[in-house]
């Protein structure tokens, strides 16, 4: 799972596997139906703001069928990007997507069928994201001090990204570069990305990974066990602002209160230039039953009201750098990323 | 449940519920056995620091068993002392309560059996418990403003001590008073202690309570929605630091961060001025399962290393007063601590 992809397009279907069902299970969904996609997306069998960007890219593809005309091939792609566009609010990755996606449709006569059109840009939407996670971890190794006592949250790996992941690859490197003591990870409630997906991928790497509940995070940072804090972004504003999943700004703040380094790992297709402010990213809410239940068995008394947003808003303040596939950033950010932004209209960052 | 007593002495017997399985099932224990009171206490089937000294004391009474010769039952008592003193090391109800019920084995000739003595000693423990519970609410709910939106961790209502309660009877009695508009609750990883009992116990008072997972709270105060964070504690040293249950820290952190009113209510039972700071305090690791398992539903993979601390310590300096039953207290906590303490020599506080 490591530096390769999760997501696989194979004999004109999509291939990934279901992280609902990790770590009991590595169960694989094979589809040719965007539905099934968009589906597993806001169902979270396809999850991390990098992977949800990659599936949705092939989900198109599935919605210009090999049978149709041209122009009934046009008219689904159409409905299935609105369709997909429905799934997730907050991770910025899915509608830049769809927006390359989109693009396609209107691609220059004589480039091919429609379908040809889009599978080439979803292939290059997942290129980018290998050639992305890749650098973000070579960028982001360079941060690690030898004998680091890592702290992370939530789940950046391999199977967030369409490549190796972003936060979680950057320890994995410099635990391979032997700079690694411990990962204490996070458990993430709700829905425990962190003690089922992360904490399986270190173990599979061989890596000294504590699990914690959430909220033991700040006491280890008292007791000086954590060298830095380590995590992915569903998407950073212009200013530098970083909405990633809840309990991130809890961290955030933490870490700031305990001087401790508070890395963001993400790639520069995460960046939402259009935003001023991490107060304009809307904020998804979910099923209270995320809260009430875990794994099916009901842990809360029946009619509890529950505040279940699935991501917070931490302010650039309390961000030491940001590590992309266009290097690190650091702070001032707004002036930083201003500048990045403008390179990306003159060249290609991945 | 609310300001009486939730462990009852019958007929020569201990009553308590078991809190393990609420809010599914009230399934009562009845025992006549100290051992199974110690296993209840170790189990957290009796959990809180003021309803674990309670209990305790009232176990001891059982192990000078009716039939028994006044020898005999002193060599027993002893032996249950010991047995109960090992159940958990954080909280210091449990500690000061076996030493007051210790001290009745040096009881003055003529003043009745050991048993009845022992006796009397619990029914006096329990008892100032619930006036101490009932004098923490009348002091605690000064603090509270009208319309307060009011966040707590963990369970300290009536199951947590042998009266009312301590922070959940100051928000309950707020609520009777008009003054609460809602309670947000932390679910409490691991044992989830918000979830099935304090929003359980919110619940049947009729108050508007939304449960939150843990780590929520940092973005929940950032948004304004927090007027004020009341907790409970399981020992408090001689400098207002406060073990209490695991999270409290990053809370205290958090509001003071937020300028959010940080109170903390416990009985003076609960301090220990025999320790000059937090740092002193035994902080006790509980199983890992109760990480990696949710109600017996594992959540992690086979073998994964835990940190699982079943408290932490706050420093004086983020707790904004110590509500107690001798009052409110606050900074600077070392010089109001030793003038309770040096008062104590000389009257009864509750």
């Known amino acids: 799972m490591t530096g390769t992809t999760s997501i696989e397009w194979t004999g004109g279907r999509l291939r990934y596997v279901d992280q609902t069902k990790l770590p009991d299970e590595v169960i694989f969904v094979e589809t040719d139906d965007y539905r099934v996609v968009a589906r597993s997306i806001k169902g979270l069998e396809i999850r991390g703001a990098p992977a949800i960007g990659v599936a949705a890219a092939f989900a198109v593809v599935l919605a210009a069928s090999?049978?149709?005309?041209?122009?009934?091939?046009?008219?689904?792609?159409?409905e299935a990007i609105t369709h997909l566009a429905l799934t997730r609010p907050t991770a910025v990755n899915l509608f830049s997507s769809l927006k390359r996606m989109r693009a396609c449709l209107s691609g220059p006569a004589g480039s091919g069928t429609l379908r040809d059109r889009l599978l080439i840009?979803?292939?290059?939407?997942?290129?980018?994201?290998?050639?992305?996670?890749?650098?973000?971890?070579?960028?982001?190794?360079?941060?690690?001090q030898p004998g680091s006592t890592l702290l992370t949250h939530c789940h950046t790996g391999a199977l967030a990204t369409g490549g190796g992941g972003t936060a979680l690859f950057i320890i994995t490197e410099a635990h391979q570069r032997g700079l690694v003591r411990r990962v204490y990870v996070g458990e993430t409630r709700p829905l425990l990305q962190g003690s089922r997906l992360t904490a399986w991928e270190l173990m599979q790497h061989g890596i000294e990974a504590s699990l914690i509940t959430d909220s033991t995070a700040g006491f280890l940072m008292k007791q000086g066990r954590v060298d830095a804090v380590l995590v992915g972004a569903d998407r950073i504003t212009a200013n530098g602002d970083v909405a990633n999943k809840i309990g991130t700004y809890s961290l955030a703040v933490l870490a700031a209160h305990h001087h401790i380094p508070f890395y963001v790992a993400a790639p520069v297709s995460t960046i939402d230039f259009d935003l001023r402010t991490g107060d304009q990213i809307p904020i998804e809410e979910r099923d209270s039953r995320e809260v009430t239940q875990v794994r099916g068995v009901r842990v809360a008394p029946e009619g509890v009201a529950v505040y279940a947003p699935a991501f917070d808003v931490t302010p650039n303040e309390f961000v030491t750098a940001l590590v992309t596939n266009a290097g690190i950033i650091r702070p001032p950010f707004a002036d930083a990323l201003e500048k990045l932004n403008q390179s990306l209209g003159t060249a290609a960052i991945t």
């Open 121 to 144: 840009e979803a292939m290059a939407i997942r290129q980018e994201d290998i050639v992305a996670c890749r650098r973000i971890a070579d960028s982001g190794v360079t941060l690690i």
């Open 66 to 78: 090999p049978a149709g005309a041209e122009q009934e091939h046009a008219k689904s792609v159409d």
